[in-house]
T-cell receptor
Framework: DTAVSQTPKYLVTQMGNDKSIKCEQN?????MYWYKQDSKKFLKIMFS???????INETVPNRFSPKSPDKAHLNLHINSLELGDSAVYFC??????????????FGSGTQLSVL | QKEVEQDPGPLSVPEGAIVSLNCTYS??????FMWYRQYSRKGPELLMY????GNKEDGRFTAQVDKSSKYISLFIRDSQPSDSATYLC??????????FGEGTQLTVNP
């Protein structure tokens, strides 16, 4: 029973296209995140939602738009994809701010390749 | 200068060796220190969690935090091929987001 699941696992697309990545967690956590991991394995936070409310919005191009329909789901939509968007995108969840929020549970990642 | 510095390796050791992985940091407000392990093509998983200074042991793994030196370590005793992974340190101040190191790639050779 997967705790944090994201789809698709692989995404290959052309420059300029729009794509979405979906994430779901069944841990009952309040907080969800999107992280980007570049080719050097450096993990950088992009967004965080706590109970459907956006609480972290890093300096990310506004082509990236997260959406949380409920606290168990967090999707990421990317418009006008660029070559530099190629990376692995990880969804993660934690119990919530003030409740072991540092203990993150990650999905398996979405490998995005923009051609 | 990065807030968290971690040698990316790669580090290659024979099976049974003691492995030492380290991170240094510059933000004196950091209080929570973690090590995540990431296998190839998988998401990171929390391995060790420490609050403030001191040591924490879990089986073959020991995490150490020296806040005076702004230095954290992860020791792996009797390393196994199954320990081959990338190890990421992470830390945060109270109520703030995690900051990750860039990870150290470890290979344990049988």
């Amino acid at each position: 029973d997967t705790a944090v699941s994201q789809t698709p696992k692989y995404l290959v697309t052309q420059m300029g296209n729009d794509k979405s990545i979906k994430c779901e967690q069944n841990l009952g956590h309040d907080t969800m995140y999107w992280y980007k991991q570049d080719s050097k394995k450096f993990l950088k936070i992009m967004f965080s939602y706590n109970n459907k409310e956006l609480i972290i919005n890093e300096t990310v191009p506004n082509r990236f738009s997260p959406k949380s329909p409920d606290k168990a789901h967090l999707n990421l939509h990317i418009n006008s994809l660029e070559l530099g968007d190629s990376a692995v995108y990880f969804c993660a969840s934690s119990q919530g701010w003030g409740k072991d929020y540092e203990k993150l549970f990650f999905g398996s990642g979405t490998q995005l390749s923009v051609l | 200068q990065k807030e968290v510095e971690q040698d990316p390796g790669p580090l290659s050791v024979p099976e049974g060796a003691i492995v030492s992985l380290n991170c240094t940091y510059s933000n004196s407000a950091f209080q929570y220190f973690m090590w995540y392990r990431q296998y190839s093509r998988k998401g990171p998983e929390l391995l060790m969690y420490t609050y403030s200074s001191g040591n924490k042991e879990d089986g073959r793994f020991t995490a150490q935090v020296d806040k005076s030196s702004k230095y954290i370590s992860l020791f792996i005793r009797d390393s196994q091929p199954s320990d081959s992974a990338t190890y990421l340190c992470a830390m945060s101040a109270s109520g703030s987001r995690l900051t990750f190191g860039e990870g150290t790639q470890l290979t344990v050779n049988p």
